[in-house]
């Protein structure tokens, strides 16, 4: 960091509106069925990635781009070849290239893209203005010669560029390893499950259970109160309390009262592209509720719930689904069959052993908190902290 203060020594910094510095432009809609994966172009709306690519281009490239609409409205992207920005893009482009660094800016928009994703307008579609994004304040390095200020620039450029490079290197390492490690866990994981006719008893999972039932989708969701849970908020096997969703108190103790969750509730997708999907239910997520895309499973006090679990997680659920929803057009499981899920339920000591071993290697590769995750998570918030402290300039 000395380095760059030795950079900086000399500098004055200018803060300006964007709209000042920067040309800012709505894209064009081009429907869905116009747009082909095998054209050249990519196009560009309000997502985090393409939704497709398009025949034809409306901008050049070099152009920072910002999602206006939807979920994602705030977040930053750069894009150096021809693209189409579509009618839920910004697409800024720097008035003086010879003052001001394309590249600079887009790095300075991104250590700031959660200020921007939080200033979304709420009502039916979430969304950032383009007045909203005009006014957003950029540092200018002011000095009498503008070649030591673009030179500047270009070299803050140049350092977090090497940065990304070889951040994104370690964690495309780190994420092969994750990958790896998983397909090693699901391998031991159905070996240690798999038994012989006659080995152990076999029982229903209704045999297992106080309760199977599902969810029941709220008239109306709340901005804060009691957690509702939704697929979505699925890390692997645990709950991410950072993508719940919301219901008042007299929703959740009237309208949904039949499906209010209980401490290590399994927590089942029962329909949709994501069917078989499972989680537990966290006390800390208490007191919530859930969908009707989701079955409550609710063991009995004396049975193994982390044994069980496992076992849903592994082959055996998921040849039961296709076997029993097998040409289907919309992919469902129903409680009944649920009830009637055998699964083999070997001795007491025998499922916590198996649960001791399973739990070691899931650890390694589902937990944020310890394991492989949690390095990944440590290398890009590395990376953040310190493209933050390059490009922090105090107003």
């Given at each position: 960091m000395?380095?760059?203060?030795?950079l900086?020594?000399?500098?004055?910094?200018?803060w300006?509106?964007l709209?000042?510095?920067?040309?800012?432009?709505i894209?064009?809609?081009?429907?869905?069925?116009?747009?082909?994966n095998e054209a050249?172009?990519?196009?560009?709306n309000g997502?985090i990635?393409?939704?497709?690519?398009?025949?034809?281009?409306?901008?050049?490239?070099?152009?920072i781009?910002?999602?206006?609409?939807?979920?994602n409205?705030?977040f930053?992207n750069?894009?150096s070849?021809?693209y189409?920005a579509g009618?839920s893009?910004?697409?800024i482009?720097?008035?003086?290239?010879?003052?001001?660094?394309?590249?600079?800016?887009?790095y300075f928009l991104k250590?700031?893209?959660n200020?921007l994703?939080?200033?979304?307008?709420?009502?039916g579609?979430?969304?950032?203005?383009k007045?909203?994004?005009?006014a957003?304040?950029?540092?200018?390095?002011?000095?009498?010669?503008?070649?030591?200020?673009?030179?500047?620039?270009?070299?803050?450029?140049?350092?977090?560029d090497?940065?990304?490079e070889?951040?994104?290197?370690?964690?495309?390492?780190?994420?092969?390893?994750l990958?790896?490690?998983?397909?090693q866990?699901?391998?031991?994981?159905?070996?240690?499950?798999?038994f012989?006719?006659?080995?152990?008893?076999?029982?229903?999972l209704?045999?297992?259970?106080?309760?199977?039932t599902?969810?029941?989708?709220?008239?109306k969701?709340a901005?804060n109160?009691?957690?509702?849970?939704?697929?979505?908020?699925?890390?692997?096997?645990?709950?991410?309390?950072?993508?719940l969703?919301?219901?008042?108190?007299?929703?959740?103790?009237?309208?949904?009262k039949?499906s209010i969750?209980?401490?290590n509730?399994?927590?089942?997708?029962?329909?949709g592209?994501?069917?078989?999907?499972?989680?537990?239910v966290p006390?800390?997520?208490?007191?919530?509720n859930?969908?009707?895309?989701?079955?409550?499973?609710?063991?009995?006090?004396?049975?193994?719930?982390?044994?069980?679990?496992h076992l849903?997680r592994?082959?055996?659920?998921k040849?039961?689904?296709?076997?029993n929803?097998?040409?289907s057009?919309?992919p469902?499981?129903?409680?009944?069959?649920l009830n009637?899920?055998?699964?083999p339920?070997?001795?007491?000591?025998?499922?916590?052993?198996?649960?001791s071993i399973?739990?070691?290697?899931?650890?390694?590769?589902?937990?944020?908190?310890?394991?492989?995750p949690?390095?990944?998570?440590?290398?890009k918030k590395?990376?953040e902290?310190?493209?933050?402290?390059?490009?922090?300039f105090?107003?």
């Amino acid at each position: 960091m000395s380095y760059l203060k030795g950079l900086l020594k000399g500098i004055d910094i200018e803060w300006r509106p964007l709209g000042e510095v920067a040309k800012i432009t709505i894209g064009e809609f081009v429907h869905q069925n116009n747009q082909d994966n095998e054209a050249e172009f990519p196009v560009y709306n309000g997502g985090i990635t393409p939704t497709g690519n398009y025949n034809k281009f409306n901008n050049t490239g070099n152009k920072i781009i910002v999602s206006a609409r939807g979920a994602n409205a705030g977040f930053v992207n750069r894009i150096s070849k021809p693209y189409w920005a579509g009618n839920s893009c910004y697409s800024i482009e720097i008035n003086d290239p010879y003052r001001l660094n394309w590249i600079f800016i887009y790095y300075f928009l991104k250590a700031n893209e959660n200020k921007l994703i939080g200033s979304q307008q709420k009502g039916g579609i979430p969304a950032v203005s383009k007045k909203q994004m005009e006014a957003f304040p950029i540092p200018i390095l002011f000095q009498e010669d503008p070649v030591k200020s673009i030179e500047i620039q270009k070299e803050i450029v140049r350092i977090l560029d090497k940065f990304t490079e070889l951040t994104a290197e370690l964690t495309a390492e780190l994420t092969a390893e994750l990958t790896a490690r998983k397909k090693q866990y699901n391998y031991y994981r159905d070996q240690l499950l798999s038994f012989e006719v006659g080995e152990v008893e076999w029982k229903t999972l209704g045999d297992l259970t106080s309760l199977i039932t599902k969810g029941t989708t709220p008239k109306k969701y709340a901005d804060n109160g009691i957690a509702f849970i939704k697929t979505e908020a699925f890390d692997g096997k645990y709950i991410n309390p950072l993508k719940l969703s919301f219901i008042d108190e007299e929703t959740h103790t009237k309208e949904l009262k039949r499906s209010i969750l209980d401490r290590n509730d399994i927590l089942i997708t029962i329909a949709g592209a994501t069917i078989g999907k499972c989680a537990i239910v966290p006390k800390e997520v208490l007191p919530a509720n859930t969908n009707q895309a989701l079955a409550i499973i609710r063991l009995k006090e004396d049975v193994n719930v982390k044994y069980v679990f496992h076992l849903i997680r592994s082959n055996y659920l998921k040849k039961y689904i296709e076997q029993n929803i097998k040409g289907s057009a919309q992919p469902n499981l129903n409680l009944e069959q649920l009830n009637n899920f055998y699964i083999p339920y070997p001795s007491p000591e025998e499922q916590s052993r198996i649960v001791s071993i399973l739990d070691k290697f899931d650890t390694l590769t589902t937990s944020i908190s310890e394991g492989l995750p949690k390095e990944i998570e440590f290398r890009k918030k590395q990376y953040e902290y310190y493209r933050d402290l390059l490009l922090t300039f105090n107003p």
